[in-house]
């Protein structure tokens, strides 16, 4: 066995109802002033959101809310939460939403911490020595794990590029996570959150720095995605397939935080960025093409990936056994109505270029178990727009 290194210094509070707890836990550590960070858009208007402020406030904390985080959050409002966070002298940080507050209050408290503005980390002119204040972390959709990976993403909009900053000292000091907020998600977005998390999944599994403690949580989370999301995506008050999504969720985060992803990511992030496509649903349209240039290659985890998905590969040959974790994704978004090619979400043919040119730039690229030059990354995109390159 290869030598390695494991960790996530964050701590889990899990269950139905946890985030009743908040107050007490955050009067228990001390924490006069909390500056509040969520989504524009449905978190802002959530009642559980109404509750948690609530809560805090009767409590005694005092309270900032800072709720213009969008989706793919900008170095525009990560700037802007700088300066409500200098001005507001916050003792700790709470983020309410899905992995675009999450990120953004990373990213916030790391530049607060540091210095600088949030483009000298994006472009490695700054590095991070000093930790921020204690930042809690309450998932509204299982997909992200960002409650529990030191990972952050921001959008340039100058560049059109999304680009991940990653350190320890960006971990949240806890994350509460509770399923009964996951019960109001829209199917939308439990679909594209879910396949993100199997994204996470199987990109820490098969990844170059995979180890056998990351392996044991990617096989985990991909069982419970396994049997899980179809009926959070289609019964969304079943509070026991919401409970299980939320744990692989979290679990699969625990992984990558560790095994780093690889080229789906690095795909789906110029997707994202250029033509506004959910970060979810471009992993989802990119995760089979990835998958079977993997394949072609030769994957002996692939076969593992089928199993903890529900394959029966019972006497199959390798190979065979192997090429069914690419079946079971594409049943699997089929069935959660995800599209199948970049075309279908309407980006341009000759968009593959520019694609590959920043995915040939993602950081964890080299991490992919097939090594991956602009030639390679060119017939995966084509493929992925239903072309044969
Ligand atoms: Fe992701």
Not at 188 to 196: F, L, M
């Amino acid at each position: 066995m290869n030598a390695f290194s494991f960790g996530i210094s964050t701590k889990v509070v899990f269950g139905r109802d946890v985030v009743k707890n908040l107050a007490p836990i955050c009067k228990d550590k001390g924490f006069t002033k909390i500056l509040v960070i969520t989504g524009r858009t449905s978190t802002k208007k959530s009642p559980h959101l109404q509750a948690l402020l609530e809560q805090l406030e009767q409590a005694g904390i005092q309270v900032q809310l800072f709720s213009e985080v969008e989706a793919d959050p900008s170095v525009e409002t990560v700037e802007q939460g700088v300066c409500i966070l200098q001005e507001f002298q916050a003792d700790a940080m709470i983020a309410f939403g899905g992995g675009s507050p999450m990120d953004a209050a990373k990213s916030i408290n790391m530049v607060n911490a540091n210095g600088g503005s949030i483009r000298d980390y994006l472009y490695g002119r700054r590095t991070i020595t000093k930790n921020g204040i204690p930042l809690i972390c309450i998932p509204t959709t299982a997909g992200t794990g960002s409650e529990v990976t030191a990972a952050a993403v921001t959008t340039d909009k100058q560049n059109q590029q999304k680009i991940g900053v990653s350190h320890e000292l960006m971990m949240p000091l806890l994350a509460i996570v509770d399923p009964v907020i996951h019960t109001s998600m829209p199917s939308g977005v439990t679909a594209a959150t879910g396949i993100d998390a199997l994204t996470h999944a199987i990109e820490a599994y098969v990844a170059v720095r995979a180890n056998p403690i990351t392996d044991g949580l990617a096989l985990q989370a991909m069982k419970l995605i396994g049997s899980n999301l179809l009926t959070a995506y289609s019964h969304g008050d079943d509070l026991e397939a919401r409970s299980n999504m939320a744990l692989a969720s979290l679990m699969a985060g625990a992984a990558f935080t560790n095994a780093g992803l690889g080229a789906v990511h690095g795909i789906a992030h110029p997707i994202g960025a250029q033509f506004g496509i959910s970060h979810g649903v471009a992993n989802g349209i990119m995760l089979p093409y990835v998958l079977d240039y993997y394949w072609q290659a030769g994957n002996e985890k692939l076969r593992d990936v089928a199993v903890a998905l529900g394959e029966d590969i019972y006497q199959l040959p390798d190979k065979e056994a192997q090429r069914r974790a690419i079946v079971a994704v594409n049943t699997l978004k089929k069935d959660l109505a995800i599209p199948a090619t970049l075309a279908d979400v309407q980006i341009p043919a000759d968009a593959l270029e520019c694609i590959c040119a920043d995915a040939a730039t993602y950081r964890l690229l080299a991490n992919s178990p097939r090594q991956l030059a602009i030639d390679d990354l060119r017939i995966i995109v084509a493929n992925a727009f239903g072309n044969h390159y």
